[in-house]
């Protein structure tokens, strides 16, 4: 090859970039299409393609600091492939010398139909690319619709030759805890090659819920590990105050903890984002800052419209049907509200009404008399205001830690199903029967014999009761159906899934 530039890039694969998008399409974008043939490898470390009728290879050459990937092109030849050219591109799949001995040049239609059509580890896959170009502090970035084996997503790209401006546009864009996946091992998760392997960490104010899937090839995924512990980050925490230390500590240990467990696991990549605690926080920076130092993995604070955007998009998954549809996530800080029809969402908010604040503001972690409940329930209608004048949905989900205990003790669960809580019917009668049980029990006792439920739960029951029943009584219906799918699952959908390519 005459010239060889290495550059250091940065790319992420999501169906949505958010407000980076209109960064990265200005007025002066330029739009390129192009189609290439990918010969993917679950274990390989290089990109391989074919495109104009030559391949290209390009070889890791470091990874920095802030995981940022130096590349450069190793090969760019036409067919058939001979020598020096068979061990570049045996070396990019991961593959042994002595697969490509049985001959001493290739054709593509030879090493299609002799080397990767016969391996499971293998596959070649057709990608169409409309990439829109531009520059941004000098850095090359680019927007890219991507269809590749019958799925669409996008990709957002960073690239320059000083990885310290990379960085610096990435963190402008706010793409900065997006994972960094090239595009060989950003088509493997997409395309489900070998089962590939992704992590979800959810920093809630109350427990910090860990998820790990493996994607198929048909884009379902396969539950590894899906655990919570809960830290109480956001005890005694007020709006604009800060975390208490020792709660801080606790929580970043359990990132920490969490974060060794996906690479142990063989996860490909690790995304945490955090809630409505962190929201609040004035030292949240400060949080990120040290989970990172510990860890590597990189908070996003999420704002509660993209938390509900994302939790209901993990909800509805084998629960919704034609209509119209609520759903709603009650955490330890916030409750998330998204409405919709059928497939359509139109409309989606936050509030600050959550088990962790109500629990330490009317001391409902222990017995409490029908005057406090009052007290309670006006508390919370005022934060629900927003859901006054509603129509009756046709069908109203709930999700939450909350929700999902309702549900186990309603079925009497001493070992917790998520099969069994996925699709409960919850109805109104069955949320005072639980109310009353948790008012005259203190946390401490008697109300962790309450089987099925949690005992990490005890304090906060009470609270998250009260919360589902004003969700109830706001929206005019006696029941809801319960979805133990969190915000982790819509999570892990969102940033490593995609969407089938509708047929024309």
């Known amino acids: 090859m005459s010239q060889i530039v290495p550059r250091w890039e940065w790319r992420s694969f999501a169906g949505s970039f958010g407000a980076a998008e209109e960064a990265l399409q200005p007025a002066d974008v330029h739009i390129v299409e192009s189609d290439e043939l990918y010969l993917l490898s679950a274990p390989g470390v290089g990109i391989v393609k074919v495109r ?77 690319k409309r990439r829109a170009r531009s520059t941004l502090d000098g850095c090359m970035v680019e927007l890219t619709d991507v269809v590749a084996g019958g799925w669409q997503t996008r990709s957002a790209a960073v690239e320059d030759s000083d990885p310290e401006r990379v960085v610096d546009v990435v963190g402008r864009l706010g793409l900065a805890p997006r994972p960094n996946l090239n595009y060989g091992r950003g088509l493997v998760i997409l395309l489900g090659l070998g089962e590939p392997r992704c992590a979800v960490i959810d920093v809630g104010t109350n427990s910090v819920k860990f998820h790990l899937g493996e994607r198929a090839a048909d884009g379902s995924w396969r539950t590894v590990v899906d655990r919570a512990e809960v830290t109480r980050l956001g005890d005694g925490l007020t709006a604009g105050g800060r975390l208490a230390p020792v709660a801080a500590e606790r929580t970043v240990a359990a990132i920490a903890d969490m974060a060794d467990e996906a690479r142990r696991q063989l996860a490909v990549a690790v995304v945490a984002v955090g809630t409505a605690g962190l929201r609040m926080a004035a030292d949240r920076d400060e949080f990120v800052d040290a989970v990172r130092r510990r860890c590597g993995v990189v908070v996003e604070i999420i704002s509660g419209e993209e938390e509900a955007r994302l939790a209901a998009r993990a909800a509805t998954v084998g629960l919704a049907g034609p209509g119209s549809l609520v759903v709603f996530d009650t955490g330890g800080g916030s409750s998330q509200f998204t409405f919709g029809r059928d497939d359509r969402v139109d409309e989606q908010f936050s509030v600050p009404v959550g088990a962790v604040r109500l629990t330490e503001r009317f001391g409902l972690s222990g017995p409490v008399s029908e005057q406090v409940l009052a007290q309670v329930a006006d508390e919370i209608g005022d934060g629900f205001s ?119």
């Open 386 to 504: 927003r859901l006054a004048g509603r129509d009756l949905p046709d069908l109203l989900i709930g999700m939450g830690g909350a929700v999902t205990n309702l549900a186990a003790v309603r079925h009497g669960l001493r070992d917790y199903d998520p099969e069994v809580v996925h699709g409960t019917v919850l109805d109104r009668e069955e949320v005072e029967r639980q109310i009353d049980l948790y008012r005259t029990r203190d946390a401490a006792d008697r109300r962790r014999d309450v089987v099925g439920l949690q005992p990490s739960r005890a304090e906060v029951i009470l609270a998250g009761a009260c919360v589902v029943r004003a969700v109830l009584e706001a929206l005019g219906t006696d029941s809801l159906t319960v979805s133990d799918r969190g915000l982790r699952h819509g999570v892990l959908v969102d940033r490593f899934g995609a969407r089938r390519v509708r047929s024309p």
């Open 52 to 128: 104009d009728g030559l391949m290209d290879v390009k070889r890791l050459q470091q990874v920095d600091e802030h995981g940022l990937e130096q590349w450069v092109p190793v090969l760019k030849a036409a067919f058939p492939l001979a020598g020096d050219d068979l061990d570049i591109v045996t070396a990019a799949l991961g593959l042994s010398v002595d697969v490509l001995s049985a001959r001493t040049s290739w054709s593509l239609a030879e090493l299609l139909s002799d080397v990767i059509e016969p391996r499971r580890d293998l596959r070649a896959v057709e990608v169409h």
